[in-house]
């Protein structure tokens, strides 16, 4: 296809009267492939992020886990925290597995990786909020606290 071609349907895509009259137009068919195209790639990149922010380990049931258990999840993608509830007082565990590659403090999430990091986690680099965030992750308690 010329360019001239190209420019004259266009011009007439400019001037059609309704979409059915559009895509009896070549150029008006590509355009269209293009645009959908480009949405399912949307698609496919967002949705596979919000499944990974929506499906956390809160939804799975707690139990008790004991320390040596807890202390076997210390890789980047297998972390387990243990943690002070900070009302309850009780130890309980995450599974931050999902959370690593989005903390804001980087490697600084794997200091006591496996065990007790409440010191860590109560530091003045977390705001309240962090609180709430963090119960997303609970699987259950340390059961030989
Ligand atoms: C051993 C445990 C942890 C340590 C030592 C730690 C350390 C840090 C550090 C050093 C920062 C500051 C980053 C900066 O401003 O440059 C930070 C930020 C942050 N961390 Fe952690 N973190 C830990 C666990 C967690 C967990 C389990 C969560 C949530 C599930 C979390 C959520 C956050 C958030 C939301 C911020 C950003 C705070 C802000 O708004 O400035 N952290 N962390």
């Not at 999840?73 to 900070?86: C, G, S, Y």
């Not at 600084?108 to 963090?134: K, M, W, Y």
């Amino acid at each position: 296809m010329q360019p001239a071609d190209l420019w004259q349907q266009w011009e007439q895509l400019m001037h059609v009267e309704s979409l059915q009259d559009a895509l009896l137009l070549p150029i008006a068919r590509v355009i269209a492939a293009g645009v959908l195209s480009a949405l399912l790639l949307l698609l496919l990149i967002v949705r596979p992020q919000t499944q990974a922010a929506t499906n956390t380990p809160k939804q799975r049931e707690q139990r008790g886990y004991t320390r040596a258990e807890v202390a076997q999840h210390t890789a980047e993608d297998d972390l387990w925290l243990i943690i002070r509830h900070k009302t309850t007082g009780k130890l309980q565990v995450y599974d931050v597995t999902t959370y690593v590659e989005h903390h804001p403090g980087g490697d600084a999430i794997f200091s006591n990786a496996g065990a007790d990091c409440t010191v860590g986690f109560r530091g003045p680099q977390h705001p309240p909020t962090v609180e709430d965030l963090v119960e997303e992750y609970c699987i259950g308690w340390v059961e030989d606290a």
